[in-house]
């Protein structure tokens, strides 16, 4: 960046990527600005991976992070980002537009997609959190058709406003298990927070390089439903937004609110917290509140 220090009387240039250069390890590519409405730097790799700054220096925020594009392509196990831009879009925002490299039905294809504007309001149905999909809404149906660009791929389905199990693309459609009258359908992806090494203190000073261990835990989520929490990727536990007063069969309510949760940790030094979401529903953490035990020596 380029700004101007008080402290010097001069302009300065920090380098940006100095917090996390592993962000950026596989060289930037091209470059993109979403002013609108997060403030982002887009960049793809030239590994083909796709990553982005988010920059508030008002707020005090400079944050990387990866986005890894569901599919497969001549890359590896990841859609290939091959450009980027941002262009002017609907609501007062602007819109990433990308050239993306998959590999569909044993050939090379490459879709210009766009990122879908995260303005779903409250209701489920509306989320949508697959990857080069297209959205079906109309009357009760259980055969979605129109899927020819996702030929032979394994499919994940938001249907009215719920989890479907995943099905494969099959002459450019796929049978639910359920009708519906709206369904987001695409290739699935993962999200994954991943919390630096805590530090709780301790009757001796510093946390740092003690042994710890989190025994529960409160999250605070906006507008999430389904979720899972650990301490590692391999080691994760659902979070349950289910109720004895929900009705079955029907999609939950986006939930605001607390999750006390049993956190299932060992002894250890590091004291990470994983919280991962893989369905196509929305999850977004706005807190953790870790209880833990730190042993001094």
């Not at 504007?117 to 959205?135: C, E, H, P, Q, R």
């Not at 979720?227 to 536990?237: R, V």
């Amino acid at each position: 960046e380029f700004v101007f220090d008080l402290s010097s009387d001069s302009y300065q240039a920090p380098d940006l990527t100095l917090l996390a250069e592993h962000i950026t390890t596989g060289g930037i590519k091209e470059l993109a600005y979403q002013q609108e409405p997060d403030n982002i730097l887009w960049a793809c790799l030239n590994d083909g991976k796709l990553v982005g700054l988010t920059y508030r220096r008002e707020e005090g925020v400079i944050a990387w992070h990866s986005h890894t594009l569901g599919g497969t392509s001549s890359n590896g196990s990841y859609g290939s980002v091959e450009s980027v831009a941002c262009i002017a879009g609907d609501l007062n925002e602007d819109d990433l537009y990308m050239v993306v490299e998959r590999t569909i039905n044993s050939g090379t294809k490459r879709y210009v997609e766009y990122l879908s504007a995260y303005d779903f309001g409250t209701a489920s149905a509306d989320a949508f959190f697959v990857d080069s999909g297209l959205t079906y809404s109309g009357s009760s149906a259980n055969t979605i058709s129109g899927l020819t660009h996702l030929e032979g791929q394994t499919v994940a389905i938001n249907a009215n406003g719920a989890a479907h199990a995943n099905k494969t693309v099959s002459s450019g459609a796929i049978s639910l298990d359920v009708s519906v009258t709206k369904a987001h359908v695409g290739l699935p992806y993962t999200s994954t927070l991943q919390t630096m090494r805590i530090d709780a203190g301790g009757a001796q000073g510093t946390a740092q390089g003690k042994i710890k261990r989190i025994h529960d835990m409160t999250a605070r989520f906006f507008r999430t439903v389904g979720a899972k929490i650990g301490t590692s990727e391999s080691e994760l536990d659902q979070i349950f937004f289910r109720s004895a007063s929900d009705q079955m069969g029907q999609a939950l309510d986006l939930f605001d609110g607390d999750k006390d949760i049993e956190f299932r940790g060992g002894y250890e030094t590091d004291g990470h917290i994983v919280i991962q979401q893989d369905q196509p529903l929305p999850m977004t953490v706005i807190g953790l509140f870790p209880r833990l035990i730190t042993f001094d020596e």
